[in-house]
Nanobody, 117 residues
Framework: QVQLVESGGGLVQAGGSLRLSCAAS????????MAWFRQAPGKEREFVAR????????FYADSVKGRFTISRENAENTVNLQMNTLKPQDTAVYYC??????????WGQGTRVTVSS
């Protein structure tokens, strides 16, 4: 059974930091590119960051570049998102997703991040 379980969300003041984690199971994690998306209230889900299979290549949305860092530990089947200098507009439910090729095959249930001003 495939599972992606996010954790680490919560309430933080603007300028603060959070570290999100996503634990994967039920598939060969190291074969998949991984990504984080987010969905703010009343808005569509948007891409945040992705990392390739080996962890050697990362890509970020302009809105988070320089503040967020995606990483992965293939030995532990986890992908992380370090979020620094958080802004109120970062408030959203954050999802991790796994991609074998072009589309995203698996999604987690999400973890909520609230940034207060």
């Amino acid at each position: 059974q495939v599972q992606l379980v996010e954790s680490g969300g919560g309430l933080v003041q603007a300028g603060g930091s959070l570290r999100l984690s996503c634990a994967a199971s039920g598939f060969t994690f190291s074969n998949y590119n991984m990504a984080w998306f987010r969905q703010a209230p009343g808005k569509e889900r948007e891409f945040v960051a992705r990392i390739n299979r080996s962890g050697s290549v990362t890509f970020y949305a302009d809105s988070v570049k320089g503040r967020f860092t995606i990483s992965r530990e293939n030995a532990e089947n986890t992908v992380n998102l370090q979020m620094n200098t958080l802004k109120p507009q970062d408030t959203a439910v954050y999802y991790c997703a796994a991609s074998l090729s072009v589309r995203y095959d698996y999604w987690g249930q999400g973890t909520r991040v609230t940034v207060s001003s």
